[in-house]
């Protein structure tokens, strides 16, 4: 027997070390932190980081889709997919935070922290409201001023018909007319701020106002070459003069009579309609035409 082996009375032999093969015992498993929350608290949170995403992701969407507006040429249409796919995706964001929200606030409602839970559902159940209802009325808006139906119309093109595109979207860089918006879009008996050129905002015929819509002409023509603005111009101005003698019951000597024509991209496309107009040298506050 050697040395080390003898102990003294009630002393314990020093434990034996393990063998080279044997394992050390597992470490104990520790939960995640996620998974030690209660089931109801734990899809609360997860419900509000979805909500979370998906607010973030309507506002870029939405964000973008309103930065597509300074693009060249965006209300010719040239940019309508970018701006219509993103006002899509910011709806569809909006959507699915409000469903979020609403399934979040449930949860909370199941949780001992009911109050806070509940609350900042509520807050999150607002801000993707107002996401909803800002990206819907924006994309509403864009369907409308864009055309999309009529966009749509134009994706599967022939060779021929590109070309013909092609060469519209070139003439809209060289020419203009005056008064577009108010050709396009005015209203006969419509009394503006503005003049010919820029005819500013629409007003009521009783308040000051520099521009009055009296009619509205057909011009003749083939859309195959477009005239010009001067001959255009012209030729609505004689045609103008019969409607607008009919349509004004008083003297109409030293009135500036002026005619909005199409540009030339708009007479290619068929447009022909020419508005016939009053311009005054200062403001004034009735209407010419009754």
């Known amino acids: ?75 010719a249409g040239r940019w309508w997919m970018f701006t219509i796919g993103f006002g899509i995706v910011a709806v569809l964001s909006g959507l699915l935070a409000v469903v979020y929200s609403v399934a979040s606030f449930g949860e909370a409602r199941r949780h001992s922290r009911a109050a806070r839970g509940a609350g900042l559902a509520v807050l999150a159940l607002l801000v993707g409201g107002a996401l909803l209802v ?31 595109v092609d060469t519209i979207d070139s003439a809209r860089d060289r020419t203009a007319a005056s008064g577009a918006d108010v050709r396009r879009h005015g209203r006969i008996g419509g009394c503006y701020t503005g003049d010919a050129a820029d005819p500013g905002e629409e007003v009521a015929c009783r308040e000051a106002h520099r521009l009055e819509v009296v009619v509205a002409i057909e011009l003749p023509g083939s859309s195959d070459a477009y005239p010009g603005v001067a001959e255009l111009t012209a030729t609505a101005l004689d ?35 020419a508005m016939c107009v009053f311009q005054f040298a200062s403001p004034v506050t009735e209407r010419v035409a009754e």
């Open 1 to 75: 027997m050697n040395q080390e082996d003898v102990y003294a009375p009630g002393e314990a032999p020093p434990p034996a070390s393990l063998p080279q093969w044997a394992s050390a015992p597992p470490a104990p498993q520790v939960a995640a932190p996620s998974d030690t929350l209660p089931r109801p608290r734990r899809e609360y949170v997860e419900g509000l980081t979805r909500v979370g995403w998906a607010i973030a992701l309507g506002s870029v969407s939405l964000a973008v889709a309103r930065a597509t507006h300074i693009l060249p040429d965006w209300e």
């Open 134 to 164: 800002g990206a819907g009325v924006s994309l509403v808006d864009d369907w409308d001023r864009l055309d999309v139906p009529d966009a749509w119309d134009r994706i599967d093109l022939t060779p021929e018909k590109r070309g013909i």
């Open 239 to 273: 045609l103008c003069r019969e409607p607008v003698d009919a349509a004004v019951e008083r003297d109409t000597t030293g009135l500036d009579l002026r005619a909005l024509v199409p540009t030339e991209v708009e007479w290619l496309a068929g447009d022909h309609q």
